[in-house]
């Protein structure tokens, strides 16, 4: 079992910046990759993915977020940071850390956090 524990939500006015932080911990395991998905108002509203990156660290990024938005990872501390810049009040959502991951026996699983909300303030 692996627990992910997001941090760094919050309010900012716009052109603002927030770090967001994604740690896993838990069993005997290995990452493959982490995905930042986001999920804006309505609450009904699908969870759209905004970046990703790779255990060999390549990453995408949505179009709405590329050239803003800078997705990396520290593997030794098995955490995601999201550093977003130049906010826009429609990057007001809230944010979901997922990791696929590898287990010891070699099953693969996802796992998602709690969300973390950010507000954009015009």
């Known amino acids: 079992q692996v627990q992910l524990v997001e941090s760094g939500g919050g309010l900012v006015q716009a052109g603002g910046s927030l770090r967001l932080s994604c740690a896993a911990s838990?069993?005997?395991?290995?990452?493959?990759?982490f995905a930042w998905y986001r999920q804006r108002q309505p609450p009904g509203k699908q969870r759209e993915l905004v970046?990703?990156?790779?255990?060999?660290?390549?990453?995408k990024y949505a179009d709405s977020v590329k050239g803003r938005f800078t997705l990396s990872r520290d593997n030794a501390k098995n955490t995601a940071y999201l550093q977003m810049n130049s906010l826009k009040p429609e990057d007001t959502a809230v944010y979901y850390c997922?990791?696929?991951?590898?287990?010891?026996?070699?099953?693969?699983?996802?796992?998602w956090g709690q969300g973390t909300q950010v507000t954009v303030s015009s």
């Open positions: 970046a990703a990156i790779s255990s060999g660290g390549s990453t």
């Open positions: 838990g069993s005997t395991f290995t990452i493959n990759a």
């Open positions: 997922n990791a696929n991951v590898v287990d010891d026996l070699g099953t693969k699983s996802d796992y």
